[in-house]
Structures are given as C-alpha cells and as structure tokens.
C-alpha cells in the first residue's frame, strides 16, 4: 500500500480520494478550503498544512485541480510538487487542462527527473463516488504501467491514449463530439415535437436507425424514454453545462492551436455560451432542449 498525496479534493477529487483510502492506502490531503479537507479527513485522510507537506516523502501524488493555471502553480512552484516530492515518487494529474499547460507540467517533471502522467476522467460526480471513472491517460508506457493500480482504485477503464497531453487531447475529442451529438438530438426531438411525433416513438426508432447515438439512448433530453436521463429530474445534477462549456474551450483553443477545421465544435461552444450566459450554466448540458424550443 502506498502514501498518496491527494491535492484538491472538491467535487470529484473528494470521493477519489475516498476510494484510495477504501483500497487501503494512505492518503494524504491537501485543498484551499478546510471544510473539504475536513470532509476527507472524516472518511480517514491526513490533513495537509501545504503542497510541500502533502508531497513531502510520498510514493504517489495524485492532483484533481479546476484548471491549468493551478495545475501549474501546484506543480511548478517553488513550494509545489516537483520541488518538494521524492525524486521516485509517480506523480498523476487527473484535472481536465489545456494540452499546453500539461505538456510544460510534463517537461517541467521529466527535466526533473519525475515519472508523470496526466490522466483527466470521464464518468462525473457519480463514477467518481461508485469508482467507475475512464482515466484517458498521456504518458510513457513505464509510467502508465505504474499508476494503473493506483488508477483503477477509483476507475473502471484505464487507457494509455499516447505520450505527453495525450490524455487532455482524447478527453476534449470525446466531449466536443458529445456536445456536438447531444445538440443534434436535442434538434431532433424539437423538430418532431414541431412535426407533432411522439417523443417516444421518435426514440424507439432513432435508437434502432442511423441518428443512434449515446446522447439519445443514454442520455435522452426528452423525459420518458430513458428514465436515468437528466431530462427526468429537470436536468438537475448530471454534467453541468458550465464544464461542458469549459471544455469546448479548450477543444476550440486546441483545435486554433493545431490548425484543425471544427466548425461544429466551435457552433457548440456558441451555443452552449449562450446558454450558460442565460443563466443556465448550472444545468445539465441536454437542458439545452429548452434553448433550442425557445423556452428559455
Ligand atoms: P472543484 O472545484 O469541485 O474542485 C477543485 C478543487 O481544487 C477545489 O476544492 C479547490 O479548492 C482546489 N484547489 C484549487 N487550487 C488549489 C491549490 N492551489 N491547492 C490545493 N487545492 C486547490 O472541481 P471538480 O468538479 O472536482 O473538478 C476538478 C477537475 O475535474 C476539473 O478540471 C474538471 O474539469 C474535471 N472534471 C470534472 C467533472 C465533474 O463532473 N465535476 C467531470 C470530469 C472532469
């Protein structure tokens, strides 16, 4: 078993933590705010005064951080981790960042002689409390072969996407092309809805024909069809439009930063902006159903 730093342990950082000491290890914890330390260090954890305390002599820092900006200062600076941790210690980013941010972090590492691996999650709130996380992972073969026993403490699916910010760039892929999937169904029940089809028996047969897709069958934005859908309960909880909005910015700052042509991708990031700017940010991403009705 391992002594692990865990630095931000909020929404999704708090229950990874929660599973590493479930599996038996040590952790160690480090966040801004002391009522979520305190929250951790109910379930087990050791409070961290700092970085430099938590990392101090660890086998293994795990980060779960808002963006790339604090990955960095956690990482870089003169009190963080890679001046503070033991030269062996493996260390993990599961914070969704831009690709360039978690490319400096794993030079930065690798200059100094550290394993390092970013590996942002899919799966919410939810997987991260029942341990059913996907880790996209970018890294060296060594180091994923490392942090894979450590990741599937707190996920179901592991997977070396390829070398450094490999992990970021699948995780923006996934999300704008679940974004862009996601306004697609949405326009397609406003359009039957439109035509007077019954939501139900538009579903039964988009679900079987060529429209098939997981924000349809999984993840409906009508109420009724798939009954766990966020549609059900007013698109409360789920995957706020906020970190989807989030992420088709760095999808779009990726896509300008390598040239690519995402003309869809950048008409969600539109729309989803909108919707957030409406005051809808707090709203599960298929709530946009009702921007697209006129409703709000
Ligand atoms: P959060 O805001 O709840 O947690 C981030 C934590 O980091 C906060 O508790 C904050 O106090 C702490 N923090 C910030 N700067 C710090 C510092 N310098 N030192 C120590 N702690 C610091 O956010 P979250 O929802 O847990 O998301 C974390 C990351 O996971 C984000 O990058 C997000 O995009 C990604 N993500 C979130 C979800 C989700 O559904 N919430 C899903 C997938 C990925």
Redesign the pocket.
């Given at each position: 078993m391992s002594v692990i730093a865990f630095?931000?342990?909020?929404?999704?950082?708090?229950p990874m933590a929660k599973n590493l000491l479930k599996a038996g290890h040590t952790v160690r914890a480090?966040?801004?705010?002391a009522d979520?330390l305190a929250n951790v260090a109910s379930a087990g954890a050791a409070k961290a005064a700092s970085?430099k305390d938590a990392v101090t002599g660890a086998d293994v820092v795990v980060?779960?951080?808002?963006?790339g900006t604090?990955v960095r200062?956690?990482y870089l600076g003169d009190d963080g981790v890679l001046a503070n941790a033991r030269k062996d210690a493996l260390l993990i980013d599961?914070?969704?960042?831009d690709i360039d941010s978690a490319r400096a972090v794993h030079t930065a590492a690798e200059k100094a002689g550290f394993a390092f691996l970013d590996a942002?999650?899919?799966?919410?709130?939810g997987?991260?409390e029942a341990g059913t996380?996907t880790f996209m992972c970018g890294g060296s073969d060594a180091t994923f072969a490392k942090a894979q026993p450590i990741l599937e403490k707190m996920g179901k699916k592991v997977v070396l996407a390829g070398g450094a910010g490999a992990g970021q760039a699948a995780?923006i892929c996934n999300n704008m092309l679940l974004a862009i999937s996601m306004i697609g169904t949405c326009e397609a029940f406003a359009l039957g809805e439109k035509l007077g089809l019954d939501p139900q028996k538009l579903f039964d047969i988009a679900s079987t024909s060529s429209g098939q897709c997981w924000s349809l069958t999984t993840y409906c934005p009508v109420p009724g069809p798939v009954p766990t859908s966020p549609a059900n309960r007013e698109y409360a909880g789920g995957?706020?439009t906020a970190?989807m909005l989030?992420?088709l910015k760095l999808a779009q700052s990726a896509a300008q930063g390598a040239g690519a042509v995402t003309p869809l991708g950048a008409e969600a990031a539109q729309l989803y902006a909108l919707f957030a700017a409406n005051g809808h940010a707090s709203l599960d991403f298929s709530a946009i159903i009702r921007m697209l009705r006129g409703e709000v």
């Open positions: 630095i931000g342990v909020g929404n999704m950082g708090g480090f966040d801004l705010s979520l970085v980060s779960m951080l808002p963006a604090h200062g956690v599961s914070s969704t960042i942002p999650v899919s799966g919410g709130v997987g991260a996380l995780k995957f706020a970190l989030k992420d």
